[in-house]
């Protein structure tokens, strides 16, 4: 279905409008102006009348009652007709005497009357080209009353009574009239047309005006459909409303773009965790298959006769071995997803100092440091969760460094925040796998040596699942001068920050075991 431009919707119920408004002001102009100059018609044959003795002298206007004349019809002592062209030429021609005007045109009064037998008599000199006839005027007689006949031309008649039963009658041409109306006419066209003309152009500037920032709106409306998201609303300056719905465009705009990329970060994220999650089975089912192999093979041997004396021993070692390396697996993997933990006050600084201490007695020969600031650094968690949190961190640093290179566990305020940092200064890590270490069987990159090969790589995985549970975040990055520096971040307790910050952190000697 086809719909009109804004632009023309304005126009055309405008201009109709005003149209109509514009005609009816027409006629109303004309009807006034032709009831006003028959009005002065009917003055003019008053006064006439006036000057027979016909109309009282307060009767002028032609509205007022007719009144009687106290003479002759003829005239003032005038019998009919005699002096009558002299009469009417002084009464309508003149402008002295007794005050009467002049009437309309060139042309004087038209004088009939009809006496009382309805005898027509002409006293006009000019009667005899007039298109009135005796038929015309006959139906007038005895009365008294103003009418317009239609005659070519039209005439404007005008009879009174007489005392003896006489009817005069005056009568003036109305073809003046006819054409001033006529030329009135074809002013009030001419000026229509014009007036319309420049109407119309007005409306049309102005309704450009208001359509051309709708439309810029609409053209930017087009392109966001049609998926250009990058399109910029620009508040237009014209009225209140646009600039309105400008800016609830922009806006509309601005949340559409949240919304995209949310749901793109959304797919993304989806996309992430299904391919972690694809890659912790994977990594699930191969850690599981490997003692499960084992058992199964020295299960067969046994089963098969295959193992005596010490084989079996040996066997049954291996046995063991596997099952303690099977059942720690599963722990972990337990520990990986169970999400209940205690919620009470837990000194940061105590946990990293009893983690140190029991490191220090598993590793004599290595050297680590301690710095934990004199005040206690609380926060709200499951003591031993990070208390497990923060010996994976610094048993995987042990674990992954030589056996001469030193470690260091800093605890320090940051903000809001409490900040254990495992520091080592061993090979590093990998900027590009440093994002994947705290993915669950991720082991640490090649560089970083390994004193043994019995782990799952679900120990960092572990740290981070601790630290999400504590509303924290585990990362990794590099130590000035190398190697690796782990860093666990939890929010703190209300106002430990502030009991903390004063005293910084003081190292405590390093005391190898």
């Not at 990070?386 to 610094?394: K, M, P, S, W």
Request: overall charge negative; hydrophobic content about 40%; charged content about 20%.
């Amino acid at each position: 279905m086809s719909r009109l431009p804004l632009r023309w919707l304005l126009l055309w119920p405008s201009l109709a409008f005003l149209s109509v408004g514009a005609v009816a002001l027409g006629v109303f102009v004309e009807r006034s102006v032709q009831r006003d100059l028959v009005a002065f018609v009917d003055d003019e044959l008053a006064r006439a009348l006036i000057g027979q003795g016909q109309l009282g002298a307060g009767t002028g206007t032609g509205e007022g009652p007719v009144g009687t004349g106290e003479g002759p019809v003829g005239g003032r002592g005038v019998p009919p007709g005699q002096g009558a062209p002299g009469t009417a030429e002084a009464t309508v021609g003149g402008d002295g005497g007794g005050g009467q005007s002049g009437a309309v045109g060139p042309e004087a009064p038209l004088q009939f009357v009809i006496g009382s037998d309805g005898v027509v008599t002409r006293l006009s000199a000019v009667g005899d080209e007039s298109p009135l006839t005796d038929e015309l005027v006959a139906p007038l007689a005895g009365t008294s009353q103003r009418i317009s006949l239609d005659t070519e031309p039209r005439y404007r008649v005008r009879s009174a009574p007489g005392p003896d039963g006489t009817t005069v009658v005056m009568a003036l041409s109305l073809s003046q009239v006819d054409e001033s109306l006529a030329s009135l006419r074809r002013n009030l066209l001419v000026g229509g047309i014009v007036l319309f003309g420049l109407q119309a152009l007005a409306i049309w500037s102005i309704a450009g005006l208001v359509a051309r920032p709708v439309n810029r709106m609409g053209d930017v409306a087009h392109r966001i459909a049609g998926g250009e998201l990058d399109a910029d609303v620009v508040a237009p300056s014209g009225p209140r409303e646009t600039a309105d719905l400008a800016a609830d465009l922009a806006t509309m705009l601005d949340r559409l773009r949240s919304t995209i990329a949310e749901r793109e970060r959304s797919a993304a994220t989806a996309h992430r965790a299904r391919r972690d999650m694809e890659r912790f089975l994977a990594d699930a089912s191969h850690e599981l298959s490997t003692p499960l192999t084992a058992l199964k093979g020295y299960s067969d041997l046994h089963a098969h006769g295959m193992l005596q004396g010490e084989d079996v021993d040996r066997a049954m070692a291996r046995v063991g071995s596997e099952s303690e390396r099977l059942h720690r697996l599963v722990v972990e993997l337990l520990h990986l997803v169970k999400d209940e933990h205690v919620a009470q006050e837990v000194d940061v600084g105590a946990v990293a100092s009893a983690v140190v201490h029991d490191v220090r007695a598993a590793h004599p020969g290595r050297a680590i440091g301690l710095s934990v600031p004199t005040d206690p650094l609380v926060v709200i968690g499951d003591p031993h969760r990070l208390h497990q949190a923060v010996l994976n961190l610094v048993a995987n640093a042990c674990h992954h460094t030589p056996a001469e290179v030193a470690v260091d566990v800093i605890v320090a305020p940051s903000d809001d925040r409490a900040e254990i940092r495992v520091v080592d200064h061993g090979p590093g890590v990998d900027p590009e796998v440093a994002d994947e270490l705290f993915l669950p069987f991720t082991r640490g990159d090649a560089s970083r040596s390994r004193r043994s090969h019995d782990g799952a790589g679900l120990g960092l995985a572990l740290v981070r699942r601790i630290a999400e549970q504590h509303l924290g975040r585990a990362s990794v990055g590099p130590t000035e001068g190398g190697g690796a520096t782990f860093v666990l971040s939890l929010p703190v307790a209300d106002g430990s920050v502030r009991a903390a910050e004063p005293q910084a952190s003081v190292a405590k000697p390093v005391n190898n075991l």
